[in-house]
């Protein structure tokens, strides 16, 4: 069946460190993968988003490279910030199934001190 | 537009009484979404609303969980009654279409079984 796999947390950084959260997915097809961060108190957010082979997703210096012959989409920032602290998530859906389900990895948290 | 929401954002109850959870999507979507994250472990899928339908009950662990959507409005989440094992946070999300893969989720209600 379908899944993800996300690097184990918490990742403790500095400020302005770079980081990667490693992510592979199993799936048949060609699913769209995702990228949601939940910060503390708060819901899940989309923070990037990538549909096909090759595609690079980014947001606020966050980016992600949709990598089929590696089926991973690591999670990569140059810079990171104390306000990036937070709960990321991998997740894909499905080819062709847009109306259904996420699949989520188990979510890696990221702490960042000054 | 206001986002996803739910209530209560915690609830603290004893092992065989009753909980019910409830998501306001965001105005206009007919898609909506419950998800499940027990301590440490993935978010898991639990069901899928279109308007008041139930497209996908797959995710449901057992008998003891009841999602209604009447109206096809506001959604909630029923256990009756509640084991230990159900502590964890649910997730509500909503999307505009179903060909939409983008879903919006809400802060989540924390459960925890006693």
């Known amino acids: 069946g379908n899944s993800v796999t996300q690097m184990e947390g918490p990742v403790t950084l500095s400020e302005e460190a770079f980081l990667t959260i490693n992510c592979t997915y199993t799936?048949?097809?060609?699913?769209?993968l995702f990228w949601y961060v939940q910060y503390p108190g708060e819901g899940l957010q989309l923070l990037l988003k990538a549909t096909k082979a090759d595609d690079k997703g980014s947001n606020k210096g966050f980016e992600a490279t949709y990598r089929k012959e590696t089926t991973s989409f690591h999670l990569e920032k140059g810079s990171v910030q104390v306000s990036d602290s937070a709960v990321y998530f991998c997740?894909?859906?499905?080819?062709?199934?847009?109306?259904?389900?996420?699949?989520f990895g188990k979510g890696t948290t990221l702490s960042v001190s000054s | 537009e206001a986002g996803v929401t739910q209530f209560p954002s915690h609830s603290v109850i004893e092992k065989g009484q009753t909980v019910t959870l409830r998501c306001d999507p965001i105005s206009g979507h007919d898609n909506l979404y419950w998800y499940r994250r027990v301590m440490g472990k993935e978010i898991k899928f639990l069901l899928h609303f279109v308007k008041e339908s139930k497209q996908d009950e797959s995710g449901m662990p057992n008998n003891r969980f009841l999602a209604e959507r009447t109206g096809g409005t506001y959604s909630t989440l029923k256990v009756q009654p509640a084991e230990l094992e159900d502590s964890g946070v649910y997730f509500c999300?909503?999307?505009?279409?179903?060909?939409?893969?983008?879903?919006?989720f809400g802060p989540g209600t924390r459960l925890t079984v006693l």
């Open positions: 999300a909503s999307s505009r279409v179903t060909s939409s893969t983008e879903q919006f």
């Open positions: 799936a048949t097809g060609y699913p769209s």
């Open positions: 997740a894909l859906i499905q080819a062709n199934q847009a109306g259904t389900a996420l699949i």
